[in-house]
């Protein structure tokens, strides 16, 4: 899992995924699904992503909104604006997952 601070920009549509079901995972809205074989890009500010899964084995890409980390911090009682996160999860259906992650900086 990535957790950025600048939403990714994906081509094609995604899928829905409901995970209001799944504790931690129940933080994330507007969750989409895409399937990829082999490597799958996006683009941020500044740079672009390029991760390849090397078994070769179809993936799925997860993308969504989630509150930013931390919201406050206790120990110093300070309040921060709580901006917010967009993880990017890779899942795959197999026994092992080995990934090579490019980032070309523009």
Do not use: H
């Not at 899992?1 to 081509?11: A, F, G, N, V």
């Not at 941020?44 to 070769?56: H, P, Y």
């Not at 921060?80 to 890779?90: A, F, W």
């Amino acid at each position: 899992m990535l957790i950025l601070t600048q939403k990714p920009e994906l081509t094609g549509k995604g899928e829905p995924i409901d995970f209001s079901d799944i504790p931690g995972y129940n933080r994330i809205t507007g969750a989409e699904t895409r399937k990829a074989k082999q490597e799958i890009a996006f683009r941020i500010e500044g740079a672009e992503v390029i991760i390849q899964l090397l078994s070769g084995t179809e993936f799925e890409v997860i993308t969504g909104v989630a509150p930013g980390i931390p919201p406050r911090n206790p120990f110093l009682n300070l309040e921060y604006t709580e901006q917010p996160v967009y993880p990017l999860l890779i899942r795959v259906k197999d026994k092992s997952m080995k990934i090579k992650t490019e980032w070309k900086i523009k």
